[in-house]
T-cell receptor, first 113, second 111 residues
């Protein structure tokens, strides 16, 4: 089955700096890669996603890049703010997986004012 | 529009007790999922239902059973709870190639 590795497990930045979280996946048939943000005690919420026919996608301060050849994808947050502090999860979905997602282990992002 | 609703929000059980976690969605989604979340391990799929009338095992199904009662509802049952099943349980749903939407979770402690 699919295996998703996420790094780093913790990330600490100063407000205004950029943050980058990286994930690798094992199944070359995977075609959908969402990123979820989870605040303490809350549900995971989708912040951005990318499909395998696209190399990059941006939404204001957030961007995701996908390298299908290397089987890795990354989340980029620019001009970080304290409210960006949360746990971020990457995930991958295979082509015939009935929508099943395989999640990375998560990254705890802390943005210091 | 409530989205995905899970009940209960919190539960404490004794080892060996049984209970059912309820999940309902009002988005007319075909597919529903149960995950457990443990510290440092992300979300792991327990069972899923690709469509009404079907259920399949995920990554960590041992100790659990599920029922897709109808298109809206997907329940998770612990027949004989064990301390290793202490976790936060999330239900999610989706339709086709759309993103999964999560419920607020059930925090389950087994003593």
């Amino acid at each position: 089955g699919e295996n998703v590795e996420q790094h780093p497990s913790t990330l600490s930045v100063q407000e205004g700096d950029s943050a980058v979280i990286k994930c690798t996946y094992s199944d070359s048939a995977s075609n959908y890669f969402p990123w979820y943000k989870q605040e303490l005690g809350k549900r995971p919420q989708l912040i951005i996603d990318i499909r395998s026919n696209v190399g990059e996608k941006k939404d204001q301060r957030i961007a995701v890049t996908l390298n299908k050849t290397a089987k890795h994808f990354s989340l980029h947050i620019t001009e970080t703010q304290p409210e960006d502090s949360a746990v971020y999860f990457c995930a991958a979905r295979g082509g015939t997986s009935y929508g099943k997602l395989t999640f990375g282990q998560g990254t705890i992002l802390t943005v210091h004012p | 529009n409530a989205g995905v609703t899970q009940t209960p929000k919190f539960q404490v059980l004794k080892t060996g007790q049984s209970m059912t976690l309820q999940c309902a969605q009002d988005m007319n989604h075909n597919s529903m999922y149960w995950y457990r979340q443990d510290p440092g391990m992300g979300l792991r799929l327990i069972y899923y239902s690709a469509s009404e009338g079907t259920t399949d095992k995920g990554e960590v199904p041992n100790g659990y059973n599920v029922s897709r009662l109808n298109k809206r509802e997907f329940s998770l049952r612990l027949e004989s709870a064990a301390p290793s099943q202490t976790s936060v349980y999330f239900c999610a749903s989706t339709q086709g190639n759309q993103p999964q939407h999560f419920g607020d979770g059930t925090r389950l402690s087994i003593l």
